[in-house]
């Protein structure tokens, strides 16, 4: 029994030690997942994208100009090439959006 109990431990210790995580039999890890809109060619790509309340959706302009993300749920800091914004989605519905420099370009995040 005592070996049992000593390789269970080394288990989850080797578990630890790669990152893993460790979940009870029956509870599920959080799943919030992480998803990326380039902005490049004056565009939102994907301009639609559907994700879940508590995802994290990253904007990442990779035009030589600035842009603004601005929806009626979130505004970025003003975006210069290479630069990032993140927005949690928290509230679900459909929420459109465009660039603040140039409303042409427009895209629609749908939380669920």
């Not at 990779?62 to 914004?85: A, N, Q």
Request: proline share 4%; with cysteine.
């Amino acid at each position: 029994m005592e070996m049992k109990r000593s390789k269970s431990l080394l288990a989850f210790v080797v578990l630890v030690l790669l990152g893993g995580e460790s979940v009870a039999p029956g509870l599920q890890a959080d799943a919030h997942k992480n998803y990326v809109v380039s902005i490049k060619g004056f565009r939102f790509v994907p301009e639609k994208l559907e994700v879940n309340a508590g995802d994290t959706i990253t904007w990442k302009n990779e035009d030589i100009v600035p842009h603004i993300v601005t929806g009626d749920k979130f505004k970025s800091k003003s975006l210069d090439e290479g630069d990032t914004w993140t927005y949690t989605a928290e509230q679900k519905g459909d929420f459109s959006y465009n660039c603040r420099f140039h409303p042409t370009m427009k895209g629609e995040v749908v939380v669920h």
